[in-house]
């Protein structure tokens, strides 16, 4: 299936967006400046995968097979709309670190 190029750099945006959000909340009221970031592969795992998270304990090894062939898989629209969300928890990670050594305390 083809992107629209329009809908590609929309969803890049709203990716970004949304976890630079996201991470933001979660590092200012955990106070831990990277959990978005260290949290963020975990969820696009669960965003690419088609395997309900028991199987990954029950049947271990097609589990994974799958779904590291998804991964291997995945269009480059995909890989870029991923990378985003990525992007946007590591930033909100350097803005809390930066805010915090200006000497603003959240919470």
């Known amino acids: 299936m083809q992107m629209n190029i329009v809908v590609l750099i929309i969803s890049m945006l709203l990716f970004f967006v949304l976890f630079f959000g996201i991470g933001f909340i979660l590092n200012m009221l955990l106070r831990m400046s990277w959990i978005m970031a260290i949290i963020y592969p975990i969820i696009s795992i669960f ?9 990954y304990f029950t049947n271990s090894q097609e589990s994974f097979s799958d779904l590291f062939s998804r991964m291997a898989n995945l269009a480059l629209a995909d890989i870029l709309i991923l990378a985003c969300g990525w992007g946007g928890a590591l930033v909100a990670g350097v803005s809390i670190k930066a805010l915090r050594k200006r000497g603003y305390q959240m919470f």
């Open 47 to 55: 965003i690419v995968d088609q395997v309900r998270f028991i199987e």
